[in-house]
């Protein structure tokens, strides 16, 4: 046999063995959550979803912006804010942190899309991300809810 065939079918038989190997990695999982704050201060968070129904995420805790910086204004359109939010888990199960590129528009409504970048207790292998609108509720100053979108793993 020369050393071509032997290699070729090493080759193959090492592909073969990789594709039929089940999937190790999971899907990521859906999860929706509403947060109601005064800006820039404390509030409460109610997560909801598969993600958390499979224990990836706690149902519930505190939340606060320990990071806002603004980066930008686009002509009176909007501004684009670079937040950052530590989510505290009510249960005790830990801490995870969401980075967010966010459109603040003049009548305090705001997009943004969020990614989990650092977790504590149970979540320090917390990856997710997502959407995120955010309303402030009529005849108020200062609040908002944020509802996310989006997916966990």
């Keep these: 046999m020369s050393k071509k065939f ?5 080759f ?3 592909a073969l063995a990789v594709s039929a190997s ?16 005064d ?5 409460d968070f109610v997560a909801t979803g598969p993600a958390v129904d499979a224990g990836l995420v706690c ?4 939340e606060v912006d320990p990071e806002v910086i603004v980066r930008n204004t686009a002509g009176g359109r909007f501004t684009i804010l670079k937040i950052l939010k530590s989510f505290t888990c009510e249960d005790g199960s830990g801490t995870f942190d969401v980075r967010m590129t966010v459109k603040l ?12 970048v650092a977790g504590t207790g149970n979540y ?3 990856r997710g991300h997502g959407t995120l609108v ?17 997916k966990m793993k």
């Design 6 to 10: 032997i290699f070729m079918t090493l």
């Design 12 to 14: 193959l038989a090492l």
């Design 22 to 37: 089940p999937a190790t990695a999971k899907a990521p999982l859906d999860v929706y959550i509403i947060s109601d704050k």
């Design 39 to 43: 800006i820039g201060g404390i509030g």
């Design 59 to 62: 149902p519930s805790g505190t």
């Design 105 to 116: 528009f003049p009548d305090g409504t705001t997009t943004a899309n969020w990614k989990v």
């Design 124 to 126: 320090t292998a917390l």
């Design 134 to 150: 955010g309303t402030p509720p009529p005849n108020t100053t200062g609040e908002i809810i944020d509802e996310y979108f989006g």
